[in-house]
């Protein structure tokens, strides 16, 4: 299974960007996608995961942040809007397929004030 993460960068806060994350290498089986942060000097913590129709979210971006994702494409995304400065870290998406848990090789965004 590899990852493909894009759509990092800079964007103002209260502005508006989208994350994609392409999984190649996965089959049919129903398997749980989601996105992860890491901000200087922290530890790698959940944003948003979705698996069956169901989505999970971190406390800190509910209801600003959407998850979906498009299974004939293998695509997870990441709408945010409203994002703060606090936001800005590495964001990693993920896949638990199988056994395995499979991460891409992150994507910077940059929240400016």
Same mark, same amino acid.
């Given at each position: 299974? $590899?990852? %493909?993460?894009? #759509?990092?960068?800079?964007? %103002?806060?209260? #502005? ?15 398997? $749980?996608?989601?996105? &992860?942060? $890491?901000? !200087?000097?922290? $530890? ?21 942040? *959407?998850?979906?994702? @498009?299974?004939? +494409?293998?695509?997870?995304?990441? %709408?945010? @809007?409203? !994002? +703060?400065?606090? @936001? *800005?870290?590495?964001? &990693?998406?993920?896949? +638990?397929?199988? !056994?395995? @848990? &499979?991460?891409? %090789? ?8």
């Amino acid at each position: 299974v $590899q990852l %493909q993460a894009s #759509g990092g960068g800079l964007v %103002q806060a209260g #502005g508006s960007l989208r994350l994609s994350c392409v999984a190649s290498g996965v089959g049919f089986s129903p398997y $749980q996608m989601g996105w &992860y942060r $890491q901000a !200087p000097g922290k $530890q790698r913590e959940l944003v948003a995961t979705i698996h069956g129709g169901r989505s999970n979210y971190a406390d800190s971006v509910k209801g600003r942040f *959407t998850i979906s994702r @498009d299974n004939v +494409k293998n695509t997870v995304y990441l %709408q945010m @809007d409203s !994002p +703060k400065p606090e @936001d *800005t870290a590495i964001y &990693y998406c993920n896949v +638990k397929y199988g !056994p395995g @848990d &499979y991460w891409g %090789q992150g994507t910077l965004v940059t929240v400016s004030s």
